[in-house]
T-cell receptor
Framework: KAGVTQTPRYLIKTRGQQVTLSCSPI?????VSWYQQTPGQGLQFLFEYFSETQRNKGNFPGRFSGRQFSNSRSEMNVSTLELGDSALYLC????????????????FGEGSRLTVL | GDSVTQMEGPVTLSEEAFLTINCTYT??????LFWYVQYPGEGLQLLLKATKADDKGSNKGFEATYRKETTSFHLEKGSVQVSDSAVYFCALSDQGTGGFKTIFGAGTRLFVKA
């Protein structure tokens, strides 16, 4: 079973540009979450999508946005990049609730490392 | 709101030493608790989990027990190896009206020396 795939793995942008990152979840997983990881702030929750709907959003400015497609693939976009947006962006997928209590296990991709110059 | 606090690192141990990484949490509901591990250059992967009070999660020699009375989920291993060098994250996951959200601790970097 293929894991979570994130593209691109590495990218370099300059301030003011915008970037789009892609995430393909494990087949059958309908929930996709995005996290920003930096040395200073650790893992910060960005947003979570389920069946093309954003269900939860973290405390990030409106420059950070995302969407999910009908095949559960997700993209996140960051506009007007700032130096502080340099980070590892991690995508995670999880199994849908199956009637019982959802356990919350996340399956992570290897991340997209964004450097803003 | 929900939060996770784990001991700061880095933690440096010699091979075969005993490991404890402390983790405490605050939550309004009844969360599931997790330990994830991140090896260099990789994403996070689940190490172990516990879904209710008094559950013990275990994997690869690591253990953690869900203690509701002390709101803790400390990670332990009796004998660490060099290959255990990684960053360890404690996390809780809870389901509210808006879906679920997973909150991570700051991470603890472990170095194991041969």
């Amino acid at each position: 079973k293929a894991g979570v795939t994130q593209t691109p793995r590495y990218l370099i942008k300059t301030r003011g540009q915008q970037v789009t990152l892609s995430c393909s979840p494990i087949s059958g997983h309908r929930s996709v979450s995005w996290y920003q990881q930096t040395p200073g702030q650790g893992l910060q929750f960005l947003f979570e999508y389920f069946s093309e709907t954003q269900r939860n959003k973290g405390n990030f400015p409106g420059r950070f946005s995302g969407r999910q497609f009908s095949n559960s693939r997700s993209e996140m976009n960051v506009s007007t990049l700032e130096l502080g947006d340099s980070a590892l962006y991690l995508c995670a997928s999880s199994l849908p609730l199956l009637g019982g209590r959802w356990t919350g296990e996340l399956f992570f991709g290897e991340g997209s490392r964004l450097t803003v110059l | 709101g929900d939060s996770v606090t784990q001991m700061e690192g880095p933690v440096t141990l010699s091979e075969e030493a005993f490991l404890t990484i402390n983790c405490t949490y605050t939550a309004t509901g009844y969360p599931s608790l997790f330990w994830y591990v991140q090896y260099p250059g990789e994403g996070l992967q689940l190490l172990l989990k516990a879904t209710k009070a008094d559950d013990k999660g275990s994997n690869k020699g690591f253990e953690a027990t869900y203690r509701k009375e002390t709101t803790s989920f400390h990670l332990e291993k009796g004998s660490v190896q060099v290959s255990d060098s990684a960053v360890y994250f404690c996390a809780l996951s809870d389901q509210g009206t808006g879906g679920f959200k997973t909150i991570f601790g700051a991470g603890t970097r472990l170095f194991v020396k041969a």
